[in-house]
């Protein structure tokens, strides 16, 4: 099957989604306003709240709504300054509401944030190259429930967990998905061109996330999502309320592999096994064994149906 065949096969079922999406949309974009506004009413009363990147666009009104509910302390955190609206709206409220400017992965900002009760985040993670770290960065800030709200893309059959990369997809391709996101023109990188100008690149859609991949980050970063929420149900954006989960993570420290090669030059070795339990002032024993393999998963069995996959001529998968 030539590739344009199949890129015009996926365009007709996206776009197929796309136009039950828009008529779902019209019909329950009040409904969805209002569950939001809600899950503010209930849950900030007398906790923490902060609202990551709630102040381009909406003048900080979340956060705004939260301490109005009764949060005990506000933190609203942006790549941005704060805007003139919301400066006049926290004057006018003698608001106590603390501003945090930085960026979501840098861990400098994220230790200024803190920790809080409630995390509030819409419409950022799409917006970076990197939405699961900073995922594992919310993780880090949350101490009872995260909302997450995200544009994400409708599922595609056969192909659960699949996300689109953007950048650079030339306008064919890109079209399916511009007709599915509202104010397209305004959507770089998928009612646009990539906007590949230096410092500008958090502006850009940079992943097309189905819900199963979205769901399976939240996971990935130690969230347990306990409730999917749609705006009328349509697939073009996708919103969940997640709550941490105890493990640890599955990835080592950022800083473990230098530290480690420091340790070993003065002769006190890091453990590997057991890191986050042991701490990092523990030395490994001797039969500390870096990195183990008994405990690597096994091997799926391969399905009769499924033929091994070979490269035919061309280097097309036959």
């Not at 344009?4 to 306003?33: C, E, K, N």
């Not at 594992?136 to 994400?152: P, V, W």
């Not at 064919?172 to 770089?188: E, K, M, V, Y």
């Not at 979205?214 to 705006?231: D, S």
């Amino acid at each position: 099957m030539s590739r344009i065949l199949r890129v015009s096969m996926l365009a007709d079922a996206v776009l197929g989604f796309a136009q039950v999406g828009r008529a779902l949309r019209r019909r329950h974009q009040q409904d969805w306003t209002e569950r939001r506004l809600r899950f503010v009413r209930d849950h900030a009363p007398g906790r923490s709240f902060a609202d990551i990147g709630g102040m381009f666009g909406i003048d900080g009104e979340i956060a705004l709504q939260a301490e109005q509910a009764g949060a005990v302390a506000v933190t609203l955190f942006d790549a941005g300054e704060p805007t003139p609206k919301f400066l006049a709206r926290h004057k006018e409220r003698d608001s106590a509401i603390r501003c945090v400017q930085g960026d979501l992965e840098d861990p400098v900002s994220l230790r200024e944030v803190g920790p809080h009760d409630i995390v509030w985040c819409v419409g950022v993670i799409y917006h970076s190259p990197n939405p699961v770290l900073q995922l594992m960065h919310l993780r880090e800030i949350t101490n009872e429930l995260l909302f997450l709200g995200s544009a994400t893309i409708p599922e595609i059959p056969g192909f659960p967990q699949a996300s689109v990369y953007y950048p650079y997809l030339d306008r064919r391709d890109r079209a399916p998905f511009a007709r599915g996101i509202t104010n397209a023109a305004q959507s770089l990188a998928v009612g646009t061109a990539f906007d590949d100008r230096p410092m500008y690149g958090h502006g850009n859609f940079w992943w097309g996330i189905t819900p199963s991949a979205l769901r399976a980050m939240l996971t990935t970063a130690r969230f347990e999502v306990i409730e999917e929420l749609g705006p009328g149900d349509h697939p073009w954006a996708t919103e969940f309320v997640a709550r941490p989960m105890p493990s640890h993570p599955s990835l080592p420290p950022v800083d473990y592999y230098r530290k480690r090669a420091e340790r070993l030059r003065a002769g006190r070795p890091l453990p590997f096994d057991g890191y986050y339990d042991k701490g990092p002032d523990a030395v490994a024993s001797e039969d500390d064994v870096f990195p183990r393999m008994d405990g690597v998963p096994k091997p799926d069995p391969m399905s009769p149906k499924l033929r091994p996959w070979r490269r035919g001529r061309r280097g097309r998968s036959v």
